[in-house]
């Protein structure tokens, strides 16, 4: 069972996910390329403002705006701040480093940037992990089994497990054991990509009551069916399916904000079919 002590990034996602009766996340990622703005601000402004009502998340990455240099962390201050209070909002930045390095990457990303909650690589291992998961009211997801083609290079590697008496386990696998033991505070999740659901049956079972961020979906072309079926839990919840591309770029003309709507409704609605035949919503 979850426990909700400490858990103020679960109760807002929660909350957020049941007032809008959505799983739907959008991904705030300004690509000047295919933008019809020039302005990211303006141009998230105008997204949040089409979406709000049909999201559980937002999830900007940070690299995004890290490319505009200071003018671009600017603007990725002010779309946190605008978001509704009521939505929590996901720093995708995959930051970790070893002692006072993750606790500065923790303070900028909790204190400064006013997230919600962020994304961590594991590869350092548990210390420097635990400068993140020291802000108990908030959410770190682990990166688990990323959507990226490359992802197998070391994620599925057969590695054997000291903890289980060397029993030749998938290195993901071993993460998101690793990650439910770090979730002392019941503010862990995993990052764990769409492309590869077949995984996601292994590892609900590992971790049946921690958020699963799910991305991959749209562009990247993962299953949405399977990963509402297997990436939620046996309520139908604790699923954050995140869409960019599709939402963001569903057109490139003046009327974008309107065409990201729709896009964001009939996601936001086939997701809600989906749940209904898995008969856990």
Known sequence: M???????????LLNSSRTNNSLLCVGLDPDPRLMPLAD?????????????DLVCAYKPNVAFYEAFGSSGWEALERTIAYVPTNIPVIADAKRNDIGNTALAYA????????????????????????PFLDYEEKGVFVLCRTSNPGAADLQSLLVADEREGKQQRRLFEIVAG????????GNVGLVMGATYSADLTAIRQICPDMPFLIPGV????????????????????????????????ASRGPDFAKAARGAALRLRDEINRLRVMKGSF
Do not use: C
């Not at 303070?107 to 635990?130: H, I, S």
């Not at 399977?226 to 995140?242: F, H, K, M, W, Y």
């Open 2 to 12: 979850v426990q909700f002590l400490a858990m103020k990034f679960l109760e807002k």
């Open 40 to 52: 990211l601000f303006a141009f998230n402004k105008a997204i949040i403002d089409a979406t709000a």
């Open 107 to 130: 303070r900028a990303v909790f204190d400064k940037l006013g997230a919600d909650a962020v994304t961590v690589n594991p590869y350092l291992g548990g210390d420097a992990v635990r």
């Open 178 to 185: 690793l990650a439910k033991q770090w979730n002392e505070s």
């Open 218 to 249: 749209g562009a990247q072309a993962g299953d949405l069916a399977s990963a509402v079926r297997l990436g939620t839990d046996a309520n139908g919840e604790l699923g954050i399916i995140n869409s960019s591309r599709q939402v963001l770029y």
